[in-house]
Each structure stands twice: as structure tokens, then as C-alpha cells.
């Protein structure tokens, strides 16, 4: 079974711009989350989608966005981006039946902002 | 909230056996979860446990005392390719596709 892929791999934008970054998962899950790692602020989780419905949010602002079609793959959206948005960007997918269930990862989009 | 405390790094030489301790501070959860992430690539699950207890899988065990407010992972007879950075995460009750991460441990084995 293919695992989480992500794309594109890397992306360089500059402050202002916006950016739209893509995640299909496993075959059969549902659920997408995806999350912001960096050096200084760790793993942080931005947001879940299941059928197509946000169902839970992390702590950033309005400028991170997020969708999921009916084939469960995601998008994320960055606007006005900034310096410190400069980050691996990783999404996981679940099934989504249950809150415990093992998330897998995908490889992750590097952005860095300039 | 949650907050999960790791050592930040760990060196060992290969053979050895690393502990790596996660103690966390939690309203609620489901279970902790171990992550290994080598530089570039992707977390990789490694381990969960849902009960107090330890779980076993390979040359790597993980352990969990909800009443000590603790866990750890266990790698045991290290190899070079174990040198990766390595997440304790929980998993809040009633919070849909978040995992809670600690900041990680860096494991570096030695020759």
C-alpha cells in the first residue's frame, strides 16, 4: 500500500506571497492532519480535516487555511507569507474512526521564505 | 493542556542500550505515542501505549506509568542507522487528528 505523499518536496517563496502545498494519504484513510515543524517551535499541529469537514484547529492564525476533497487529499494554504514561515510542513493520515488511532506521515514540503 | 519533557540529546556507541525519557504534564490523553524522525525524512511511528505497562517491538520497547506522569523508549543493541531524533506524543481526549509532541531527543550512535 503507497504511503502519504506530499508535493512539492521544496518550495522557495518571498514575504507577501502565498502558497498552497498538497497531501493525498493512504489509500482508505480519511482523516488528514497537518502539522508545522521547525527548529524552534518543534511539531506543531495546525489543523484535521475528515469528509471533507475541519474537525479541529491548532493555535495559528487565519492566514494557514486548509481543504479536503471527496478522494480525502488535502490542501494547506499559506497567504502574506512571512519569514517565520519558513518550515517543513508535514501532513499525516489516519482513518479517522477513532481519536487514537496511529497517524502516518508523509515525507513533509520544505518552504523557505525569503 | 499538555506539556512532554524529552533530554535533548543522547549519545551511545553502537551495541549499547539508550533509555530515552518522556515525563509530561497532561489534563487528559488516550496514550503515548514514540516517533523516529532521521534528519530530512519523515516521522516514522515506532511505538504506542495505550495502557501502563510495556510494550515490546524488536530491538525497541516502550513504557508507560500514567500514574508517575512518565514514559520512555528503549532501544536496545543500537545500530548506526538509530541515529535519529526521536518524539514522545500524546494524544488528547476529544481532539481529533492532534498529536501533542515533545521537542525530541537526539540520539547519536557512536563506532
Known amino acids: 500500500k503507497a504511503g502519504v505523499t506530499q508535493t512539492p518536496r521544496y518550495l522557495i517563496k518571498t514575504r507577501g506571497q502565498q502558497v498552497t502545498l498538497s497531501c493525498s494519504p493512504i489509500s482508505g484513510h480519511r482523516s488528514v492532519s497537518w502539522y508545522q515543524q521547525t527548529p524552534g517551535q518543534g511539531l506543531q499541529f495546525l489543523f484535521e480535516y475528515f469528509s471533507e469537514t475541519q474537525r479541529n484547529k491548532g493555535n495559528f492564525p487565519g492566514r494557514f487555511s486548509g481543504r479536503q476533497f471527496s478522494n480525502s487529499r488535502s490542501e494547506m494554504n499559506v497567504s502574506t507569507l512571512e519569514l517565520g514561515d519558513s518550515a517543513l510542513y508535514l501532513c499525516a493520515s489516519s482513518l479517522g474512526t477513532v481519536v487514537q488511532e496511529t497517524q502516518y506521515f508523509g515525507p513533509g514540503t520544505r518552504l523557505l521564505v525569503l | 493542556g499538555q506539556s512532554l519533557e524529552q533530554p535533548s540529546e543522547v549519545t551511545a556507541v553502537e551495541g549499547a542500550i539508550v533509555q530515552i525519557n518522556c515525563t509530561y504534564q497532561?489534563?487528559?490523553?488516550?496514550?503515548l505515542s514514540w516517533y523516529q524522525q532521521h534528519d530530512g525524512g519523515a516521522p516514522t511511528f515506532l511505538s504506542y501505549?495505550?495502557?501502563?505497562g510495556l510494550e515490546e517491538t524488536g530491538r525497541f520497547s516502550s513504557f508507560l506509568s500514567r500514574s508517575d506522569s512518565y514514559g520512555y523508549l528503549l532501544l536496545q543493541e543500537l545500530q548506526m542507522k538509530d541515529s535519529a531524533s526521536y518524539f514522545c506524543?500524546?494524544?488528547?481526549?476529544?481532539?481529533?487528528?492532534?498529536?501533542?509532541f515533545g521537542a525530541g531527543t537526539q540520539v547519536v550512535v557512536t563506532p
Open positions: 497532561t489534563s487528559g490523553f488516550y496514550g
Open positions: 501505549n495505550a495502557l501502563d
Open positions: 506524543a500524546v494524544r488528547p481526549t476529544d481532539s481529533w487528528g492532534k498529536l501533542q
